[in-house]
């Protein structure tokens, strides 16, 4: 009956993108009078936008205007037309929704609308990408259209300095990676001007690759650390014990589920043996579990885990001597993220690289929560269905699948299982040898950098005969079931013989070779391996990209030193026209692009991403995966069985079993390793929510601070609330005189205060009460703290109390963050005596940000009470080296060049720097912080670069 409904009235899916399309109708009726405008008068469309809101009307109303305008605007400068369907995918994004398109749809042109909206408001529009390349690529790609209309277009990629991301962010839409602005928010909260901030809000985000970044990179947390102590000697010698203990699979239990790796009691008492026998305790222990030599039970299970867990190749790669992790979804490398607490480093002590000191936790935020920030928030994914009552209970985003532009005409084949690696890898050769030799395309998709570059190594000797012909002998013709049952006898047979199959490999190791790589991936019979979904963001075109050969070609133009016409562009844009279009027939003909997949993911939607990449706006295209009883999946959650099964019924070595039951077997076992993944996700986000309004508190605090000029009334009540915590301590309200601890009170109003008073003999006073003390010790204090102010002066002052009090949320921050990382550690033990670990874990995290207040109060007292002041003339500065470049601000040419030649207007430069004087330096730079960046240019500080001149 619901399924009769469904067909009857359409689904809500069908319901939704009904409305959208019927708005999509209005938008077309409009296109005949924008086309008939000039570029200047499109151009002036946007200040008539921006002055329609200055007068109240809101974006929807706009809509079907500003959505025209930006499709003349792509047709005009990219020579593109949106498709109906990427009209509506724009509207679900400016809803704020999940727009689900297929690869190929051109999802980079779907938000070229919406962002162009969204952006008339000026508060500013992130587009958010997976990664550097693709954050350039389409900052530059789609910002023509941008700049066409008069909007400002920044980009935030790794290595930009403070001065260049604060333009970027100031433009009307900025293009960055999703750690970049992250990170980016967690240094404006450490920083201690607001001038160095170079965010300036959360207005509107459009994420890319929704899922991936949402999703998958949502199960750990942002986290900007500092160095601790250099433990690196302990880790080898940790390293080379659990080595040897590891040899023995009776000492440690290992579940690849969970990913955890423990000692069984005999390994514990093995490696307390050896560790006993090396006199690695602390002095006066026993025991490896005696509470002094809790670190090294640490240093113990990280190091079985790095061993046992972590394969190289895999989880990470060791590039230019150092551990680089692999993300496990994209196989990209992940530049500068760390495994925390001590994970790390356990790792580069097993692959005897260079150890890199533990870090501490300065600031962290998850993913979850930065992007929770933002008032409104979309994405678009070619999957993202799978997961959408997850991004419906985290984000509040609803998930609306978009019809493609043609019909797909992709075939998905069921799945191939063998029984082993060598019989399912003979199998894959033998594919990729017919598609080769037949001039199809394929693409072969494998879970690690390890297995991608076995089946290079496995094609680079494969022998190969490949049937190309089969034709029935005439003398058999007529008659077909004789033939039938006689085989091969029957037929004329002509076959290709060869040894090698040249081919592609992208992983983690091709990483600045991904875009040009995946580009070629649709030329008649290339082979291109790749690990997971490299190369994602970059369409797979039949034929060839055109756009990547155009840019090849000019980078080749350049290296020869040979100056590019537009004359000869546009010639070899037309020469490569016609050869894409002569290749992109060959690979039609031979059937499309192959899909083969190696190894079912644990997530069903990084399967449907890869059979995704064939089957773009309606060409033919071919899927299949091949799996064997040894792959990671099947062996965890049913190998064994279904290797019985397979002897059981005769299976032959090199045969395979294939069935519809199968595909829903191993989609279960993915079901199941999904839902496991979105509860870690889960809890780690029900942990980060009850810190993630201590972090909002603190930052909102932190900014007060740096925005105020004068703090004095807040110190003045930090200090009172001190004065009342010490006498209610030491002097209870209902307790006896007798009772009142006078000499404590006295020592902590010495150490916090800096006063001697005589409080033994106010106490002493016949009929003195804690009020009446307390009100005098406050008299003693605020007459101290007006003396140390007319001592230092109202500036000097003022600008010491708001140092003190950065300074001193920051320490206690990062200590409170270190407490509930030990907290957040061993609050799972509770679960054992029938308590709720997550609301002990509100209780106590409550408890220690009230402990974080109290002694922020008390030590910014004691600091501003106690400190003694010296005034001495500053040491000479040594002026710090000038590298070759240094542009100069004047003429933007290197000074240390030929300083005459760039000097011409007589600016001060070289040795005659000492003598520059604050109005030589340009408007505005002598408002700039010491601390921050120069805005030269240069990448120095502020304070080392012009700023030391002056």
């Known amino acids: 009956m619901l399924g009769f409904a469904k067909k009857l009235f359409g689904s809500s899916n069908d319901r939704k993108v009904k409305d959208f399309m019927s708005r ?86 779907v938000a070229v609308a919406p962002v162009y909206l969204n952006a008339l408001l000026g508060k500013g529009v992130h587009v958010i990408t997976v990664n550097d390349y693709l954050a350039r690529r389409d900052a530059e790609w789609m910002g023509r259209v941008y700049r066409f209309l008069g909007l400002e277009v920044g980009v935030i990629v790794n290595g930009l300095s403070s001065g260049q991301r604060q333009m970027s962010y100031a433009a009307d839409i900025t293009y960055g990676t999703n750690n970049e602005f992250g990170f980016d928010y967690l240094r404006d909260n450490l920083v201690y001007d607001r001038r160095e901030m170079v965010q300036r809000g959360h207005h509107f985000a459009i994420v890319d690759e929704v899922d991936s970044i949402l999703i998958d990179e949502a199960r750990t947390p942002l986290i900007i650390s500092g160095p601790t102590e250099d433990r690196s000697e302990l880790y080898k010698i940790v390293d080379a014990l659990v080595k040897t203990l590891i040899q023995d699979k009776s000492t440690y239990d290992l579940d690849e589920k969970q990913r955890q790796a423990l000692l069984t009691e005999e390994g514990s008492e093995r490696i307390e043996q050896m560790l006993e026998e090396g006199g690695h305790f602390a002095e006066d222990t026993t025991g490896l579990y005696d509470a002094a030599n809790i670190s090294l039970v640490h240093h113990v299970n990280q190091a079985l885990r790095a061993n046992t867990l972590y394969q190289r190749d895999k989880d990470y790669i060791i590039k230019g001597g150092e551990i680089i992790l692999i993300d496990e979804f994209t196989g990209r490398m992940m530049q500068g993220r760390r495994l925390s607490e001590g994970l790390h480093q356990a790792i580069e002590a097993k692959e005897d690289v260079k150890i890199m000191p533990e870090n501490q936790t300065l600031a962290s935020v998850t993913i979850q929560n930065y992007f929770r920030l933002y008032e409104k928030l979309s994405g678009m994914t070619g999957t993202a269905a799978t997961e959408a009552q997850e991004f419906l209970d985290i984000y509040k985003m609803d998930v609306l699948e978009v019809p493609t532009n043609r019909p797909v005409q992709r075939i998905d084949h069921d799945d191939e299982v063998y029984r082993t690696y060598k019989e399912k890898n003979q199998a894959i050769a033998a594919q990729i040898a017919q598609c080769h030799v037949k001039g199809q395309p394929i693409l072969v998709g494998t879970v690690s950098i390890e297995k991608s570059e076995q089946l290079s190594e496995l094609l680079r000797t494969y022998a190969y005969e490949v049937e190309i012909s089969r034709t029935l002998k005439p003398e058999y013709v007529g008659r077909e079931k004789e033939a039938q049952k006689i085989g091969d006898a029957a037929y004329d047979i002509q076959t290709v013989k060869g040894k090698g199959i040249p081919h592609s490999v992208l992983n983690a190791r091709q990483h600045e070779q991904e875009a040009y790589i995946v580009a070629d991936a649709g030329l008649p019979g290339a082979v291109t391996i790749a690990t997971n979904m490299a190369g994602r963001g970059t369409d797979i075109q039949l034929g060839g990209n055109l756009e990547m050969r155009l840019a090849k070609w000019r980078l080749d133009q350049r290296n020869l030193a040979i100056e590019v016409t537009p004359e000869m562009e546009k010639a070899e844009e037309e020469r490569l026209k016609a050869d894409i279009a002569v290749q992109k027939e060959k690979a039609l003909a031979a059937g499309g692009l192959f899909v083969l997949g190696t190894e079912r993911h644990e997530s069903r939607r990084i399967d449907n991403q890869l059979r995704g990449r064939t089957g773009r706006q309606g060409d033919p295209g071919v899927s299949k995966f091949f799996l064997c009883c040894e792959d990671d999946l ?32 191993v989609e279960t076992a993915q079901k199941r390793v999904e839902t496991r993944n979105y509860d870690i996700r889960k809890n780690l986000l029900k942990y980060d929510d009850v810190v993630n309004d201590q972090r909002k508190a603190v930052f909102e605090q932190r900014q007060e601070f740096m925005d105020s000029e004068d703090l004095s009334e807040l110190v003045g009540e930090f200090r009172n609330d001190v004065i009342s915590d010490l006498v209610e301590r030491y002097m209870p309200p209902k307790a006896y005189a007798e009772q009142w601890d006078i000499d404590g009170l006295d020592e902590k109003v010495k150490s916090t205060l800096g006063l001697t008073l005589p409080l033994h003999d106010w106490a002493a006073e016949e009929g003195v009460s804690n009020e009446e003390v307390e009100e005098r010790i406050r008299e003693a204090a605020d007459k101290r703290a007006a003396e140390r102010l007319e001592q230092l002066g109202e500036g000097q002052m003022r600008g010491l109390e708001k140092q003190f009090l950065m300074q001193m949320i920051d320490m206690q921050w990062r200590e409170h963050l270190v407490h509930l990382d030990h907290l957040r550690g061993v609050i799972g033990l509770r679960g054992y005596g029938q308590r709720d670990p997550l609301n002990e874990y509100k209780t106590e995290a409550f408890s220690l940000f009230e402990t974080l207040l109290h002694e922020l109060r008390h030590n910014v007292t004691r600091w501003l009470m106690t400190v003694e002041f010296r005034f001495e003339a500053p040491p000479p500065m040594d002026l710090p080296e000038f590298q070759e470049i240094h542009l100069n601000p004047g003429t933007g040419q290197n000074e240390m060049a030929d300083p005459m030649a760039q000097n011409p207007e007589g600016q001060v430069t070289g040795d005659d720097r000492s003598r520059l004087p604050v109005e030589l330096l340009p408007a505005g730079w002598e408002r700039t912080p010491r601390n921050a960046d120069c805005p030269c240019g240069s990448g120095r500080k502020f304070k080392h670069c012009h700023g030391a001149l002056v």
């Open 24 to 109: 999509v109708q209005k938008i077309n009726a409009l296109e005949a009078k924008y086309a008939a405008l000039s570029d200047d008068e499109l151009r002036m469309m946007t200040d008539a936008f921006r002055d329609r809101i200055g007068q109240g009307e809101s974006l929807d109303k706009i809509l079907n205007d500003a959505f025209a305008v930006a499709r003349e605007a792509s047709k005009r400068v990219l020579g593109q037309r949106q498709y109906d369907v990427q009209l509506t995918g724009g509207m679900i994004l400016h809803e704020g929704g999940i727009a689900e398109m297929r690869t190929g749809e051109g999802k980079t042109l």
């Open 634 to 665: 099947l062996r965890i959650f049913a190998g064994d069985r279904l290797d019985a099964i397979m002897r059981n019924f005769g299976v032959a070595e090199g045969e395979a079993i294939s069935h519809p039951w199968l595909n829903r077997a």
